[in-house]
T-cell receptor
Framework: EAQVTQNPRYLITVTGKKLTVTCSQNMNHEYMSWYRQDPGLGLRQIYY???????DKGDVPEGYKVSRKEKRNFPLILESPSPNQTSLYFC??????????????FGAGSRLTVL | AQTVTQSQPEMSVQEAETVTLSCTYDTSESDYYLFWYKQPPSRQMILVIR??????QNATENRFSVNFQKAAKSFSLKISDSQLGDAAMYFCASPSPLRDDKIIFGKGTRLHILP
């Protein structure tokens, strides 16, 4: 089944404790992206990647890191989480067509709470 | 900064009636795709419909159709014969005006279906 898998689905952590949210896709998509969803703000892009070793900042990259060492994986790293990073996180992937990223396949979401 | 605008944070429609959700975007490209995604209470992001900008014909998927006005950069979603299962958050998505190869989202419209 074509899918994007992200883990953990739920996490409660404390300020400053490094964490990684993993994301893996099995569709050989070039494009991968992380979004955070907050009430009233919609989905805001954190980072995205057009291919292996190619990453770029989205609209809200502060406090996050990513890497794209393999095509299928795109982990999101919070080096020192803070309460303002409490949010619902989505990983998504897409093939790249003539106009860029296309239909996104989303993971199920990761609910992160930072105390 | 987000430049996909959904001006209706919430809307309600009577079951079996028709409702239109509005969206405006900003891009300098001539060839691009636009998307509507649905997020039901399960939080899963689901593609509703996709429009190719160079196509004159508005996209249609069963009860869902779009009114695409390229010059006005407007991309509204019409839901006909509304059903209880249509109750969800709806997000409009377009290429970013800063980097047209990535996808950004509006803040969403929460749609309530009244029985």
């Amino acid at each position: 089944e074509a899918q994007v898998t992200q883990n953990p689905r739920y996490l409660i952590t404390v300020t400053g404790k490094k964490l990684t949210v993993t994301c893996s896709q099995n569709m050989n998509h070039e494009y991968m992206s992380w979004y955070r969803q907050d009430p009233g703000l919609g989905l805001r892009q954190i980072y995205y990647s057009m291919n292996v070793e190619v990453t770029d900042k989205g609209d809200v990259p502060e406090g996050y890191k990513v890497s794209r060492k393999e095509k299928r994986n795109f982990p999101l790293i919070l080096e020192s989480p803070s309460p303002n990073q409490t949010s619902l996180y989505f990983c998504a992937s897409s093939f790249i067509g003539r106009t860029g990223a296309n239909v996104l396949t989303f993971g199920a979401g990761s609910r992160l709470t930072v105390l | 900064a987000q430049t996909v605008t959904q001006s209706q944070p919430e809307m309600s429609v009577q079951e079996a009636e028709t409702v239109t959700l509005s969206c405006t975007y900003d891009t300098s490209e001539s060839d691009y795709y636009l998307f509507w995604y649905k997020q039901p209470p399960s939080r899963q992001m689901i593609l509703v419909i996709r429009q190719e900008a160079y196509k004159q014909q508005n996209a249609t998927e069963n009860r869902f159709s779009v009114n695409f006005q390229k010059a006005a950069k407007s991309f509204s979603l019409k839901i006909s014969d509304s059903q209880l299962g249509d109750a969800a958050m709806y997000f409009c998505a377009s290429p970013s005006p800063l980097r047209d190869d990535k996808i950004i989202f509006g803040k969403g419209t929460r749609l309530h279906i009244l029985p």
